[in-house]
């Protein structure tokens, strides 16, 4: 057991921790967050996406007791139902999830990788290392293929995302 | 309420709600976290231990010796459960394997044994120490080899043979004859299997992702020896299912074996590396379709015969049964091979049947087509039946087949199609388009449903019918809010809980129909209670506006509830219109691919479905269905395959980074258009079903496109670069 403490969605959490719960379990298990979902718990399928200090990782594939002093913010500290982050908002608009399990781990991604375009971080498909990609629907594509949906609710999911970014898919 | 005789007008037919393209009811739930799925149920009860699975490391033979106590001593362990303390289970009817193995072990990775301990990582860390020796017997892995000794199944379509085949095919001035393999598939829902149990004395309670919660309940019941009325299920959110949660799965049962050896609940998920060995698969299929026409492209014989393998008992994939509808032609032969091999159970999988068949069937027609030197629609239109080959004198309800291929024709741009495959080059791609005919048949089945009216005119809908991302919660609640005349912010749907009525469940594209059919026979049930209860005549009685009205009298619909509420229940059962119609849906299917002229690479740039499916409940959700199918089919086109190890009999990818499925770059934006129908023999809906319809035929048009693209025909599931890269024109 191990002692760590982190501030998830904005609140300061302390927890007496095996050392190998991963931050997932830590938050579906220990804090009862259960929005972030376990799809494959290694690391495959972008379920558990979460953002630590404004990144986007896999949580399942990190440990809890590394996270000392990190910001973490899960799908439940975007927004609530009636009171909805823009991004939840687009996917329930354009349809962009079915069963529901890869969702808040394709919200969580596609907000950060809006945030990463804006940073100016490349991708696999940006023609130019050097040059600010644009907000494509190639490079939002390419960018959320961590996060699988076996229900295929892609196309809608592509659309919602460059609603928010305020581009056309 | 009977459903014996075509429907006629009713309160549907205002499409005020139902036909809406309403955004689903549970996004908000979905999207923001909050819907529960089954192993996050921290609410229903306290002190929930964890359950880790231990499955065979042998595909068939038996244990001789399982070594537990150093697990036991572990850190945090409760219990371990395995067969030989389980006590007597018997089998649910429709498992073909027992979920739990031991001393028999029937399949790779069958569960053998449940670690119980406080914690995940106890359970998980005590799993790793629980020793079992093995003896290996001889084992059937490879379909190719076992397929010579394939026999006719007892179960599902017997052999049908129509006029003389054999005769005909000999006569036929054009013949076609070519065998096509399908592989093994996983469904590779998002969601683990997952279940939590709690007994109460000898009651059980299952909170788990189930699609059939009827036969979850009576299976279990029937595998743990209690009355049907000592179990509960409870699955309102279901994380994906395709088939593989239609059935009772080793979570639920070792979840409630495991809670009553720990004495208290218990919850387990199978690991995302159990699942393609422990639970179900679609089972690979070797097909040989022969093909007799005259030189007016009119099929004159068809032939299709299907292999498969399964565990003793277990059935067929159905691959033949679309061959039996979908074209005219007066001699036929078609009919299912059945192998014992002993790798994991082969069961349903979205469509099945008719996706792989389709797969192989439409590349088929595709090849014909090009051999009698005609357009691959023209060729289709040529085919074209009213009614089953099979029986003349019984006509499809509907089908409009002919009309989706060429209304997506026109759409897709199907006269640039370049006649000459391999010709349209752009840079370094090569560019095809592809045609298929999708099929799948619409099945009803009898579905119930309850419904409330309180006294603030709220209507609250009581089923077992499930939502696996389907929008079963949404149709359900447009139903209720048509047939009484209330809007959709006074409609709440309750589903997935055995003691709701039975339904008709999630499966075989039957749920949209018959799920809200049963919610419209409730509803007429309350409406006429409602009428009653106000003193109106109810053949004259309107519901609009949170009003019922009746000549000149009106009241608020709350107002017959009364501070008592009012309660109405009905199950909607079907005549034999099934019989006298041939109920079917249909699509066409386009697709657009690029193929890299030196790698092989195989890009899918346009997609198109055109779909006659009934009446569309919801357009939005129903739309989300067919291109999530679509995707699906993409995926079986070009990357799906569990891998056999034949050797030592199991499915050596069983994990989703070596088990391929599209991703997000993989999919481009999809096209859906629904021709305008309502089906009257179908249901008091109109409607059908589209979410296995979505899937029917597309890998065969992405195989066909690639073709056009190339000149090149795979005729072996997936279509990987592999197949692709020697007869390349670009390559070395």
């Not at chain 1, 596609?110 to 991708?123: C, D, H, M």
């Given at each position: 057991m191990s002692h760590v403490s982190f501030t998830v969605n904005g609140e300061r959490r302390q927890l007496d921790i095996d050392t190998r719960t991963t931050l997932l379990d830590a938050l579906r298990e220990h804090l009862h967050l259960t929005g972030s979902k376990k799809g494959c718990d290694h690391g495959q399928c972008g379920a558990c996406t979460a953002l630590v200090n404004g990144r986007r990782i896999n949580t399942c594939l990190s440990l809890a007791v590394m996270h000392e002093g990190d910001e973490v913010t899960t799908?439940?500290?975007?927004?609530?139902?009636?009171?909805?982050?823009?991004?939840?908002?687009?996917?329930?608009?354009?349809?962009?999830?079915?069963?529901?399990?890869?969702?808040?781990?394709?919200?969580?991604?596609?907000?950060?990788?809006?945030?990463?375009?804006?940073?100016?971080?490349?991708?696999?498909?940006?023609?130019?290392?050097?040059?600010?990609?644009?907000?494509?629907?190639?490079?939002?594509?390419?960018?959320?293929?961590?996060?699988?949906?076996?229900?295929?609710?892609?196309?809608?999911?592509?659309?919602?995302?460059?609603?928010?970014?305020g581009s056309q898919a | 309420m009977k459903f014996d005789t075509p429907a006629t007008t009713n309160p549907i037919d205002q499409l005020k709600v139902v036909g809406q393209p309403l955004d689903r009811v549970d996004g908000p739930l979905k999207t923001s976290g909050t819907a529960p799925y089954a192993y996050e149920r921290h609410d229903v009860v306290a002190n929930q231990a964890y359950g880790y699975v231990v499955g065979a490391a042998i595909?068939?033979?038996?244990?001789?010796?399982?070594?537990?106590?150093?697990?036991?001593?572990?850190?945090?362990?409760?219990?371990?459960?395995?067969?030989?303390?389980?006590?007597?289970?018997?089998?649910?009817?429709?498992?073909?394997?027992?979920?739990f193995g031991g001393p028999e072990v029937e399949h790779y990775h069958q569960a053998v044994a449940l670690v119980v301990a406080e914690s995940f990582e106890q359970a998980r860390a005590a799993a790793q120490l629980v020793q079992v020796d093995y003896a290996k017997a001889e084992g059937a892995y490879d379909l190719a080899a076992a397929k010579q000794a394939g026999v006719e199944p007892s179960e599902g379509s017997p052999d049908q043979k129509v006029g003389d085949f054999e005769a005909a095919f000999a006569a036929a001035p054009v013949q076609f004859d070519r065998t096509y393999t399908t592989p093994d598939q996983s469904h590779a829902m998002m969601e683990p299997h997952a279940s939590i149990a709690a007994w109460e004395g000898d009651k059980v309670t299952v909170w788990t992702s189930n699609q059939m919660v009827d036969w979850a309940t009576t299976d279990l019941a029937q595998t743990l020896g209690l009355p049907k009325e000592q179990v509960r299920i409870v699955s309102p959110y279901i994380g994906g299912g395709f088939g593989g949660?239609?059935?009772?799965?080793?979570?639920?049962?070792?979840?409630?074996?495991?809670?009553?050896?720990?004495?208290?609940?218990?919850?387990v998920a199978l690991t995302r590396p159990m699942m393609a060995n422990n639970t179900t698969h679609r089972p690979a299929t070797i097909q040989r379709i022969?093909?007799?026409?005259?030189?007016?492209?009119?099929?004159?014989?068809?032939?299709?015969?299907?292999?498969?393998?399964?565990?003793?008992?277990?059935?067929?994939?159905?691959?033949?049964?679309?061959?039996?509808?979908?074209?005219?032609?007066?001699?036929?032969?078609?009919?299912?091979?059945?192998?014992?091999?002993?790798?994991?159970?082969?069961?349903?999988?979205?469509?099945?049947?008719?996706?792989?068949?389709?797969?192989?069937?439409?590349?088929?027609?595709?090849?014909?087509?090009?051999?009698l030197g005609l357009d691959p629609i023209e060729f289709r239109v040529r085919n074209d039946t009213q009614v089953d080959p099979a029986n003349p004198d019984r006509p499809f309800s509907q089908r409009q087949l002919i009309e989706c291929l060429r209304q997506g024709a026109e759409r897709f741009g199907w006269d640039k199609r370049a006649t000459k495959p391999g010709s349209r080059r752009e840079g370094r791609w090569l560019v095809g388009i592809g045609v298929a005919a999708g099929f799948r048949n619409s099945m009803s089945m009898p579905s119930g449903a309850?419904?409330?009216?309180?006294?603030?005119?709220?209507?609250?809908?009581?089923?077992?019918?499930?939502?696996?991302?389907?929008?079963?919660?949404?149709?359900?609640?447009?139903?209720?809010?048509?047939?009484?005349?209330?809007?959709?912010?006074?409609?709440?749907?309750?589903?997935?809980?055995?003691?709701?009525?039975?339904?008709?469940?999630?499966?075989?594209?039957?749920?949209?129909?018959?799920?809200?059919?049963?919610?419209?026979?409730?509803?007429?049930?309350?409406?006429?209670?409602v009428a009653q209860k106000l003193g109106f005549n109810s053949a004259d009685t309107a519901f609009a506006d949170g009003q019922v009205r009746a000549g000149n009298r009106s009241a608020p619909l709350g107002q017959a509830a009364g501070e008592g509420g009012l309660v109405a229940e009905d199950t909607i059962e079907y005549g034999d219109l099934a019989k006298q119609y041939q109920q079917s849906t249909f699509a066409g299917h386009f697709v657009e691919v690029a193929v890299d002229a030196a790698t092989g690479e195989v890009r899918v740039r346009r997609m198109l479905a055109v779909c006659a499916a009934g009446r569309i409940l919801n357009p939005k959700s129903a739309r989300s269905q067919v291109i999530g199918a679509m995707t699906m089919g993409v995926g079986g086109a070009l990357m799906e395959e569990l891998a056999v190890d034949k050797r030592h009999g199991f499915f050596v990818n069983h994990d989703l980074a070596t088990y391929e499925v599209p991703v997000h770059a993989d999919i481009p934006h999809q096209e859906v258009v629904f021709l305008e129908e309502a089906d009257a023999t179908s249901s008091p809906m109109k409607a059908k079903g589209v979410g296995e319809l979505g899937l029917c035929g597309v890998g065969a048009a992405v195989a066909n496109a690639i073709h056009n693209a190339t000149g090149l025909r795979v005729r072996e599931y997936p279509i990987t670069l592999d197949k692709l890269l020697d007869r390349l024109p670009d390559a070395a």
């Open positions: 799908i439940e500290g975007l927004g609530k139902p009636g009171d909805l982050h823009p991004m939840q908002a687009a996917f329930v608009k354009h349809d962009g999830y079915q069963c529901g399990y890869c969702t808040p781990g394709q919200i969580c991604s596609s907000v950060a990788v809006l945030k990463e375009i804006e940073a100016g971080i490349p991708s696999h498909v940006s023609a130019d290392l050097n040059a600010k990609p644009g907000v494509t629907a190639e490079e939002i594509r390419e960018r959320m293929s961590g996060n699988i949906c076996r229900c295929g609710a892609y196309s809608n999911i592509v659309e919602a995302i460059s609603e928010v970014a | 595909a068939k033979g038996r244990i001789t010796g399982m070594a537990l106590d150093a697990a036991r001593a572990a850190p945090g362990v409760i219990t371990i459960v395995t067969a030989e303390t389980a006590g007597k289970l018997d089998k649910g009817k429709r498992n073909a394997a027992t979920l949660k239609l059935f009772l799965r080793a979570d639920t049962l070792l979840a409630a074996l495991g809670a009553r050896a720990a004495k208290r609940p218990v919850k022969r093909f007799g026409a005259g030189r007016d492209g009119k099929l004159t014989a068809i032939a299709h015969e299907s292999w498969s393998g399964n565990l003793p008992g277990g059935e067929p994939e159905d691959a033949i049964q679309q061959s039996r509808l979908l074209y005219a032609g007066a001699n036929r032969l078609t009919g299912n091979r059945l192998a014992t091999l002993d790798l994991p159970e082969g069961n349903a999988m979205r469509a099945p049947g008719e996706t792989p068949g389709l797969m192989a069937l439409e590349i088929a027609m595709d090849e014909m087509a090009e051999q309850r419904v409330r009216l309180d006294a603030a005119g709220v209507v609250t809908v009581e089923t077992d019918m499930t939502d696996i991302g389907t929008g079963s919660y949404t149709i359900i609640a447009q139903t209720a809010a048509e047939m009484m005349g209330v809007g959709m912010d006074k409609v709440v749907v309750r589903l997935g809980d055995s003691s709701f009525p039975v339904s008709a469940g999630s499966g075989g594209q039957w749920g949209a129909n018959s799920s809200t059919a049963g919610v419209y026979a409730a509803c007429v049930k309350l409406r006429e209670a």
